[in-house]
């Protein structure tokens, strides 16, 4: 089955203490992006990479990083989390160029 | 940039109508997209126009018009599994981003 999945779904931590929520994708997809969406706000792009080793800045970068060394797998990384990390968090992916961007299912995140 | 504006809240009866709007700011654009989204959960994507017109896929169509910067998704015959938030969304010129709406929320009730 085509997906993309995330882990964990649920996540409570406090200020300052690392955490990474991984992604990964069985499309063979390119293209992958991290958003995290806040009540009001929409979706916002955190980070996105069009391939291997090549990613760029969203919208909302500041206190994220992500790598990208497999095709298949895009982690977004939280070195200091803070109370305004707060939020619920999608990984997604698609062929360059597609209209169409498949979602994972969401972390909700909660920072103390 | 851009920019996308849609209202907050509509509500509505089984088997109506509604329509979505979507206006939007920016200088350039692929497509527009929409999405619909349950509760929290993973948005999944339902239309997409790369053309101005109308796009019909079932009982949901799509619209664009760029000379009017203007865009929308129609429900039609609605039903209680329709009730979730819908989302518009373009991918500007030059890169592969989608820059999403804010959302619009659909409440079906009997």
């Known amino acids: 089955e085509a997906q993309v999945t995330q882990n964990p779904r649920y996540l409570i931590t406090v200020t300052g203490k690392k955490l990474t929520v991984t992604c990964s994708q069985n499309?063979?997809?390119?293209?992958m992006s991290w958003y995290r969406q806040d009540p009001g706000l929409g979706l916002r792009q955190i980070y996105y990479?069009?391939?291997?080793?090549?990613?760029d800045k969203g919208d909302v970068p500041e206190g994220y990083k992500v790598s990208r060394k497999e095709k298949r797998n895009f982690p977004l990384i939280l070195e200091s989390p803070s109370p305004n990390q707060t939020s619920l968090y999608f990984c997604a992916s698609s062929y360059p160029g597609s209209y169409e961007q498949y979602f994972g299912p969401g972390t909700r995140l909660t920072v103390t | 940039g851009q920019s996308l504006e849609q209202p907050s809240e509509v509500t509505a009866v089984e088997g109506a109508i509604v329509q979505i709007n979507c206006t939007y700011q920016t200088s350039g654009f692929y497509g527009l997209s929409w999405y619909q989204q349950h509760d929290g959960g993973a948005p999944t994507f339902l239309s997409y126009n790369a053309l101005d017109g109308l796009e019909e896929t079932g009982r949901f169509s799509s619209f664009l018009s760029r000379s009017d910067s203007y865009g929308y998704l129609l429900l039609q015959e609605l039903q209680m599994k329709d009730s979730a938030s819908y989302f518009c969304a373009v991918r500007p010129y030059g890169n592969n981003r989608l820059a999403f709406g804010k959302g619009n929320q659909v409440v079906v009730i009997p």
């Open positions: 990479s069009m391939n291997v080793e090549v990613t």
């Open positions: 499309m063979n997809h390119e293209y």
